[in-house]
T-cell receptor
Framework: ETGVTQTPRHLVMGMTNKKSLKCEQH?????MYWYKQSAKKPLELMFV???????ENNSVPSRFSPECPNSSHLFLHLHTLQPEDSALYLC??????????????FGSGTQLSVL | GEDVEQSLFLSVREGDSSVINCTYT??????LYWYKQEPGAGLQLLTY?????DMKQDQRLTVLLNKKDKHLSLRIADTQTGDSAIYFC??????????????FGRGTQLTVWP
C-alpha cells in the first residue's frame, strides 16, 4: 500500500464511451500526476497538478481531460478514445520542496483497454 | 527528450548478485532513481542518488554512478525470488525543470530462478 489509490483497476471501453479514472492520495502531498505506461515505451508524463493547479500538459490529446478538485483527488476523464490509447494509466503524488530530490509515490494503475 | 536506456531482461539464480545497468544522455541530471514494479502494481521507489555522488549503499542495494560515462547501475546482493520484478531507471534534469518530469527507461525484467 503506497498511500495512492486508483479506481477502477481495469476498464474496458468502446471508442464512443465516456469514462473517468479516479485517484486519491492519503499522503498529504501537494502535487499529483498522471502517467501513461504503454507496452515497450517509457513512462510518459501526461499532466501535472501542483496545489490543485495544472502546471503541465505534455501535449496530451484533448480526449483526455484531467480534473483536480483538491490536493488529494485527481481524475482523468476519457471520451472518444482510440485503440492506441490502451495502456496502464498511473497516478502519482509527491511533496514539492523536499530539497531537490523528488520522490514519486505511484498508485497501482488502471489497465485500460479501448475496443 | 532525454534518453534513458536499459537492457530489457536479466535472469539470475537465487543467492547470486544481480546487476542492472542504465545509460542516460542528459548531462545536467541532478538525481537518478531506481524504481521497482511488481506484477499488477505501480512503481515503487527503491533508491536514488544525487549526481555528485558515485556510490550509495542501502542494505542489499548498491547504486553506482559514473557521471562521466552517464552510466548508472543497481546491484542487488543475495537476490531472492521476491526480487523478481521490472526495474526502472529514471533521471531528473536540471534544477527547476518541470515538477514530476522524470525520464524513465523502458524497464529491465529481472527473473530470479530458485
Amino acid at each position: 500500500e503506497t498511500g495512492v489509490t486508483q479506481t477502477p483497476r481495469h476498464l474496458v471501453m468502446g471508442m464512443t464511451n465516456k469514462k473517468s479514472l479516479k485517484c486519491e492520495q492519503h499522503l498529504g502531498h501537494n502535487a499529483m500526476y498522471w502517467y501513461k505506461q504503454s507496452a515497450k515505451k517509457p513512462l510518459e508524463l501526461m499532466f501535472v497538478y501542483n496545489f490543485k493547479e495544472q502546471t503541465e500538459n505534455n501535449s496530451v490529446p484533448s480526449r483526455f481531460s484531467p480534473e483536480c478538485p483538491n490536493s488529494s483527488h485527481l481524475f482523468l476523464h476519457l471520451h472518444t478514445l482510440q485503440p492506441e490509447d490502451s495502456a496502464l494509466y498511473l497516478c502519482a503524488s509527491s511533496q514539492e520542496g523536499t530539497g531537490g530530490v523528488e520522490k514519486l509515490f505511484f498508485g497501482s494503475g488502471t489497465q485500460l483497454s479501448v475496443l | 527528450g532525454e534518453d534513458v536506456e536499459q537492457s530489457l531482461f536479466l535472469s539470475v539464480r537465487e543467492g547470486d548478485s544481480s546487476v542492472i545497468n542504465c545509460t542516460y544522455t542528459d548531462s545536467s541530471s541532478t538525481y537518478l532513481y531506481w524504481y521497482k514494479q511488481e506484477p499488477g502494481a505501480g512503481l515503487q521507489l527503491l533508491t536514488y542518488i544525487f549526481s555528485n555522488m558515485d556510490m550509495k549503499q542501502d542494505q542489499r542495494l548498491t547504486v553506482l554512478l559514473n557521471k562521466k560515462d552517464k552510466h548508472l547501475s543497481l546491484r542487488i546482493a543475495d537476490t531472492q525470488t521476491g526480487d523478481s520484478a521490472i526495474y526502472f531507471c529514471a533521471e531528473k534534469g536540471a534544477e527547476g525543470s518541470t515538477l514530476g518530469r522524470l525520464y524513465f527507461g523502458r524497464g529491465t525484467q529481472l527473473t530470479v530462478w530458485p
